[in-house]
């Protein structure tokens, strides 16, 4: 089968920051016989100059659309980045109908479900909507628009994409469950495929990891609105104040890094706090065996409770425990992990104080159902499921 799969925010491990699920999947497909064509920008690639290898690959190929975006981005200047590429990337399909027999089509932004519909209309091909999140109801809820002309056009046209797509892949439950209730989307339609993980493939060399006496908190991903970084920062005040081993390391970026750098000259403790800026995929999978806690954040939106994210997934590769201020299936997930959920970051702090970090060897395994390895292949049966 001849797969397009086309996703804004797209780069390999060693040159992007982007999510791996894209990367993973594209090389399990690959394995699977399946010839993969990749349509992205380089907005989220580090180097912009190197694009992603697959010379290993004959049956991947990619066409990667130069469009910039930025977290710090205005509303508007997010909506013409998101619409710049699916403009480019729908030209790149109509131009080759024969490179590709169905269309994977992932959001953010919801925007790229434009692609598949109207490809769709002119090709007769079936596509998939993989949802990565909630659009167009989280900017609707952050920027308060919930009762405006702009939230009723974003609405329909979101209703408009669902019916066009063959099959709809939500990356949480909660996600599932918004599009299956409130969004009346048939349940035969939808399928729950979360973010998952990638596989260390020397995961017996972190067998034998010690922790040390002193405590490790990451922070890894985004720094935007959505992200609450005011509370992640208290939680860290706390955390300093009260234990002079503890070391903070943040590896982020996004419209809230100046908060970060003030933060970090305030404290002047270079000994303990690290801010890595953008860096890659595999920079982060060499951090993540030094770090006791993981940090995953959002702000007090209930949409963003639907999330599936990356760094979610990153602790639970390695049993890393998770300390989470969102309910839902993240907290339930942080629970399992051995961290926990708290609403107030000073509470969190002092809840963390006497609790020994402790690496949970088997969640790793217990949780096999995220393994991309395992993901891909579900993905795929949804596929030819669409008839």
Same mark, same amino acid.
């Given at each position: ?10 780069? *390999? ?7 791996? !699920? =894209? ?39 990619i ?34 109908p ?28 079936? &596509?998939?909507?993989?949802? !990565? ?16 002309? $702009? =939230?009723?056009?974003l ?25 299956l209730?409130?969004?009346k ?6 399928s ?38 005011? &509370? ?17 390391i ?23 706090? *690290? ?7 595999d ?14 954040t959002? =702000? ?5 409770q ?10 639970? =590769? ?49 949780? *096999?159902?995220?393994? !991309?390895?395992?993901?891909? *292949?579900?993905? $795929? ?7």
């Amino acid at each position: 089968m001849k797969i397009v799969y086309v996703i804004q925010y797209f780069g *390999s491990p060693d040159n992007s920051f982007a999510s791996g !699920r =894209s990367w993973d999947f594209a090389h399990e497909w690959a394995k699977m016989g399946h010839n993969v064509w990749i349509i992205c920008s380089d907005a989220y690639f580090i180097d912009k100059t190197q694009l992603p290898d697959f010379s290993d690959n004959p049956t991947i190929s990619i066409s990667v659309i130069h469009q910039s975006y930025e977290n710090s981005f205005s509303f508007f200047n997010r909506l013409n980045a998101f619409l710049g590429f699916s403009i480019k990337a729908l030209f790149k399909l109509l131009n080759n109908p024969n490179k590709y027999d169905i269309a994977y089509i992932s959001s953010t932004p919801l925007t790229t479900g434009l692609i598949g519909l109207i490809q769709k209309k002119i090709t007769g091909k079936n &596509w998939i909507f993989e949802l !990565r999140d909630l659009w167009p109801d989280f900017p609707i809820q952050a920027l308060g628009l919930e009762k405006s002309y $702009i =939230s009723k056009v974003l609405y329909w046209a979101e209703q408009v994409l669902y019916r066009s797509a063959s099959k709809i892949i939500c990356l949480s439950p909660m996600a599932n469950e918004i599009l299956l209730k409130q969004k009346k989307v048939p349940a035969e339609k939808l399928s729950t495929i979360p973010n998952g993980f990638t596989e260390f493939s020397n995961l017996e060399k972190f067998q034998t990891k010690v922790i040390s006496f002193e405590k490790v908190y990451l922070y890894e991903g985004a720094l935007g609105k959505a992200n609450h970084i005011q &509370w992640l920062l208290k939680f860290f005040d706390t955390i300093l104040n009260q234990d002079t081993e503890a070391k903070v390391i943040i590896a982020g970026f996004g419209i809230h890094e100046n908060l970060i750098h003030q933060w970090k000259e305030h404290h002047n403790l270079t000994n303990q706090i *690290s801010f890595l800026g953008k860096i890659s995929r595999d920079q982060i999978r060499k951090i993540l065996p030094t770090v006791s806690y993981c940090l995953v954040t959002f =702000s007090d939106w209930e949409i963003l409770q639907s999330n599936s994210p990356n760094k979610l997934f990153d602790a639970i =590769s390695l049993g890393i425990p998770v300390i989470t201020n969102t309910k839902g299936w993240i907290a339930q997930l942080a629970e399992e992990s051995g961290g926990f959920f708290e609403s107030d970051p000073i509470k969190a702090a002092y809840k963390v104080k006497n609790k020994f970090p402790s690496i949970n060897l088997d969640f790793p395994v217990l949780h *096999s159902k995220f393994k !991309r390895s395992n993901l891909a *292949s579900i993905v $795929i049966d949804s596929i030819h499921n669409c008839g």
